[in-house]
């Protein structure tokens, strides 16, 4: 996205600012209440159509649940600008056109996404046949196509690759059997375990919550108590290229010294082996053998796909 101007290069770096601090409830804060209303007022358009143009006829629009009073078919972009500017947090709105061309909203100032519009009330017609009023967004000005660009959810290319410049991880990776070139979504879930990381200390209880951020019921953590843990993943969460490139590039999160185990396999819930009365009962996560007289085509097969690090 091109930068035309100071103010924008001001709202990129801005919004940057607020996504590092966005770990860090206080400071994110502070910078989301005093710097954000200065430096990033929102600006978004969205357009109005009648079809067929009205002849007779009342409408209402509603903004945030909050509706204008009734409108007129026949009402000027003016009538209409001023009826909208009484709803809390519009006073800046600029409403240009006319209902039989269209109406164009210009929502300025605003510090948060602007709302659709809404036709809460139609009561058009033109002659005797009734008016579809649409509504769309048409325009969102640079700061939250920024801000939104660099959601790690659905950040995509060059973005992701910023975002991971900013936590220390880059997607092309060389392990000893090979380069490794992530994809946009196994880039993202590598992020996010670099976020993790990066905010885990030696406690288990904070890397178990941190992962559950982002994997919650996609992973099993255990600590053996002997210097050494393992991790059951999902294979939901990434391909092989992706466990492999979070071993080599060590983010998989762990207390110092303390070593680990990975098994990756199809479903965490879902395993073989046994299990007696005499140890606690039947575990409803543990499958046995299949038999002839007994078979289940449900209970997961040992493949070598299933790989263990």
């Known amino acids: 996205m091109a930068v035309t101007s100071t103010l924008d290069l001001v709202n990129y770096y801005a919004n940057l600012l607020i996504f590092q601090y966005k770990s860090k409830p206080n400071a994110y804060n502070t910078v989301l209440s005093t710097v954000t209303p200065l430096v990033i ?122 975002l991971g410049k900013y936590t220390g991880v880059v997607r092309t990776i060389s392990t000893p059997n090979k380069t490794i070139t992530l994809s946009d979504d196994d880039f993202r879930t590598l992020i996010k375990f670099a976020v993790v990381q990066n905010n885990s200390g030696s406690s288990l209880g904070i890397i178990e919550s941190n992962l559950n951020q982002f994997f919650e019921g996609k992973f099993i953590v255990t600590d053996y108590k002997t210097m050494n843990m393992s991790y059951i993943f999902a294979q939901s969460i990434g391909s092989s290229d992706l466990f492999t490139a979070l071993v080599q590039e060590k983010l998989i999160p762990k207390p110092m010294a303390v070593g680990f185990t990975i098994i990756n396999p199809p479903d965490i819930t879902q395993f073989f082996g046994f299990s007696l009365y005499e140890n606690g009962g039947v575990s409803d996560v543990v499958k046995p053998f299949n038999t002839y007289e007994d078979f289940n085509n449900t209970w997961a097969f040992l493949q070598y796909q299933d790989f263990i690090f």
């Open 41 to 162: 007022p929102q600006t978004s358009v969205q357009s109005i159509t009648f079809s067929p143009s009205p002849t007779s006829g009342t409408f209402v629009l509603s903004y945030d649940g909050i509706a204008t009073s009734t409108l007129n078919w026949n009402d000027s972009a003016g009538t209409i600008q001023t009826a909208l500017r009484l709803i809390s947090g519009l006073g800046q709105l600029v409403v240009t056109g006319s209902i039989a061309d269209g109406l164009t909203v210009t929502f300025n100032g605003l510090t948060v996404v602007a709302q659709l519009l809404v036709a809460s009330t139609n009561n058009l017609l033109a002659s005797s046949s009734p008016v579809t009023i649409s509504i769309v967004e048409t325009d969102l000005t640079l700061p939250l196509a920024v801000q939104n660009a660099f959601d790690i959810n659905t950040a995509i290319g060059v973005q992701l690759d910023i």
